[in-house]
């Protein structure tokens, strides 16, 4: 029944910014994180950005340009990007990791994925 609704995407020239919104919705489990992954054209599927109790995290090639936030009480975080470059042109994709206590088991649910073009 959980949902990951995606928004934000679109194209920009580069330098510029955009920003993306993931929302989860139907999940009856404690969110333990949430974050987003992204697969260019001609590359590998690689995780971008994550946030959790103990702090936010970065892939290395967006960290000063990106910033994750979250929302707990809405169950949405926020991705912005700034200064952005033709390598970040990808399909970009929400993760939510959550914990199912009587199944004692993690959930994992993904959207899907939400298109970010960077032009030269």
């Known amino acids: 029944q959980g949902q990951l609704m995606e928004s934000g995407g679109g194209e920009v020239q580069t330098g510029g910014s955009l920003r993306l919104n993931c929302t989860a919705s139907g999940i009856l489990f404690d969110i333990d994180e949430m974050g987003w992954y992204r697969q260019g054209p001609g590359k590998d599927f690689e995780w971008v950005s994550h946030?959790?109790?103990?702090?936010?995290y970065y892939e290395d090639s967006v960290k000063g340009r990106f910033a994750i936030s979250r929302d707990k009480a809405k169950n949405t975080i926020y991705l912005q990007m700034n200064n952005l470059k033709p390598d970040d042109t990808a399909v970009y994709y929400c993760k939510t990791q959550a914990w199912d206590s009587s199944q004692i088991r993690y959930v994992t649910y993904w959207g899907q994925g939400i298109q970010v073009t960077v032009s030269t």
């Open positions: 946030i959790k109790d103990s702090g936010a």
